[in-house]
């Protein structure tokens, strides 16, 4: 027998591990470890990603809404003066008349356009003063009225889809 090793030998077969000791079904299972973490991450990821245009949808949904809601308030809010003017107009016509019937008629065709389109009068005589609708411009003695509540209503206020647009300029009655 020679000394010589033959290629086919068992001294030549190479080692049954990789480069870092571990042997194939162990290589594997770590990368299968591997790519389930990572898929995982991913998963994790897109679960993020799907809530935050979840989120950016919905609020892109109420700027639209309230862009709808609140788009004609500039226009409103310039007719606000015409409102006083009808109504300063309606004080100063009488009881009765074809003027008064007239103005009440504009009045009447204006304030259904408006409230068609989300506003509604604040007119706050006799009720209680509420700072979040009525700004007091004074107070005077109750009269007929309970303090705490307005007097009288020098100016109307006007709320637009639940926002207030003007505040009721008022007078309460004193406490």
Same mark, same amino acid.
């Given at each position: 027998?020679?000394?010589?090793?033959?290629?086919?030998?068992?001294?030549?077969?190479?080692?049954?591990?990789?480069?870092?000791?571990?042997?194939?079904?162990?290589?594997?299972?770590?990368?299968?470890?591997?790519?389930?973490?990572?898929?995982?991450?991913?998963?994790?990821?897109?679960? *993020?990603?799907?809530?935050?245009?979840?989120?950016?949808?919905?609020?892109?949904?109420?700027?639209?809404?309230?862009?709808?809601?609140?788009?004609?308030?500039?226009? *409103?809010?310039?007719?606000?003066?015409?409102?006083?003017?009808?109504?300063?107009?309606?004080? $100063?016509?009488?009881?009765?008349?074809?003027?008064?019937?007239?103005?009440?008629?504009?009045?009447?065709?204006?304030?259904?356009?408006?409230?068609?389109?989300? *506003?509604?009068?604040?007119?706050?005589?006799?009720?209680?003063?509420?700072? $979040?609708?009525?700004?007091?411009?004074?107070?005077?003695?109750?009269?007929?009225?309970?303090?705490?509540?307005?007097?009288?209503?020098?100016?109307?206020?006007?709320?637009?889809?639940?926002?207030?647009?003007?505040?009721?300029?008022?007078?309460?009655?004193?406490?």
């Amino acid at each position: 027998m020679s000394n010589e090793h033959h290629p086919d030998s068992p001294e030549h077969e190479l080692p049954p591990h990789g480069e870092d000791g571990l042997s194939p079904q162990a290589l594997l299972e770590e990368q299968v470890q591997l790519l389930q973490a990572e898929v995982e991450q991913v998963r994790a990821q897109t679960l *993020l990603e799907r809530a935050d245009l979840e989120n950016q949808r919905k609020r892109l949904a109420r700027e639209v809404d309230a862009a709808r809601r609140f788009a004609n308030e500039r226009l *409103l809010g310039d007719l606000l003066p015409v409102f006083d003017s009808l109504d300063a107009g309606l004080a $100063a016509a009488g009881e009765a008349g074809p003027l008064r019937e007239g103005l009440e008629m504009t009045q009447r065709q204006l304030l259904k356009v408006a409230t068609d389109n989300g *506003l509604r009068q604040v007119d706050p005589a006799g009720q209680p003063f509420d700072p $979040a609708h009525h700004q007091a411009i004074s107070q005077t003695d109750p009269g007929d009225v309970p303090p705490g509540h307005v007097a009288q209503v020098f100016q109307k206020g006007y709320v637009l889809n639940e926002r207030l647009l003007r505040p009721a300029l008022v007078v309460v009655a004193r406490d």
